[in-house]
């Protein structure tokens, strides 16, 4: 990563170092959240086929939903752009 820094680090990359653990910086942990509070919330699966069932298409979708990926970036304090480079 150093060496990447140093060969584009001007202005087309932005690099960020980040905490080891700052979940409220993943958007990753918002897809988690949205998927146990609003989409599964009630949801009491009879087995682990019906549970990995349920959740694979719910992730289908949400992978198809761009807005609402969008959002899962946009409820992270970090700034965005695609050459944006986390460490």
């Keep these: 990563m150093r060496q990447?820094?140093?060969d584009f680090g001007d202005d087309r990359l932005n690099f960020n170092?980040?905490?080891?653990?700052?979940?409220?910086?993943?958007?990753v942990e918002?897809?988690?959240?949205f998927s146990k509070d609003k989409e599964l919330s009630n949801f009491t699966?009879?087995?682990?086929?019906?549970?990995?069932a349920t959740a694979t298409n719910?992730?289908?979708?949400?992978?198809?939903?761009?807005s609402r990926l969008r959002t899962f970036f946009k409820a992270t304090p970090l700034s965005w752009?695609?050459?944006?480079?986390?460490?």
Aim: hydrophobic share 40%; no cysteine.
């Design 58 to 66: 719910l992730f289908e979708n949400i992978r198809h939903d761009q």
């Design 4 to 6: 990447l820094q140093q």
């Design 17 to 27: 170092l980040l905490p080891p653990y700052a979940p409220e910086l993943n958007p």
């Design 30 to 33: 918002q897809l988690w959240n």
């Design 45 to 52: 699966p009879h087995n682990v086929a019906e549970l990995n």
């Design 81 to 87: 752009n695609p050459l944006t480079i986390f460490l």
